[in-house]
């Protein structure tokens, strides 16, 4: 996953599993941190969210840990925490590139 088998995350998936490095969420707690985190400037809609949760779950980088009703609780994996990782550090890449004196 991450910066080599399927390119670079988008903005809402490095938040997503961002959300996640603070424990065991819902999908309304991950929404509520995403919002909070960038002061509003990345919000999820449900559509997006549960369409990442559910492609997160199947890349084996979050898992399921609870079912109550409707609601579900998921967890970071380790393939997800290195997804992660990875973007990280791409990002962190991208940065030291533009900060460079031409």
Request: proline share 3%; hydrophobic share 35%; charged share 35%.
């Amino acid at each position: 996953m991450g910066g080599k088998s399927r390119g670079p995350l988008t903005e809402p998936m490095f938040y997503v599993l961002m959300a996640f490095l603070h424990g065991e969420m819902c999908g309304i707690d991950v929404a509520a941190f995403v919002e909070k985190k960038t002061r509003g400037r990345v919000k999820l809609g449900p559509g997006t969210l549960y369409t990442l949760l559910n492609k997160f779950q199947d890349e084996k980088l979050i898992e399921e840990t609870e079912v109550e009703g409707r609601k579900r609780t998921y967890r970071l994996t380790s393939k997800g925490r290195e997804a992660y990782e990875e973007e990280l550090e791409r990002l962190r890449a991208c940065l030291r590139d533009a900060e460079e004196e031409a």
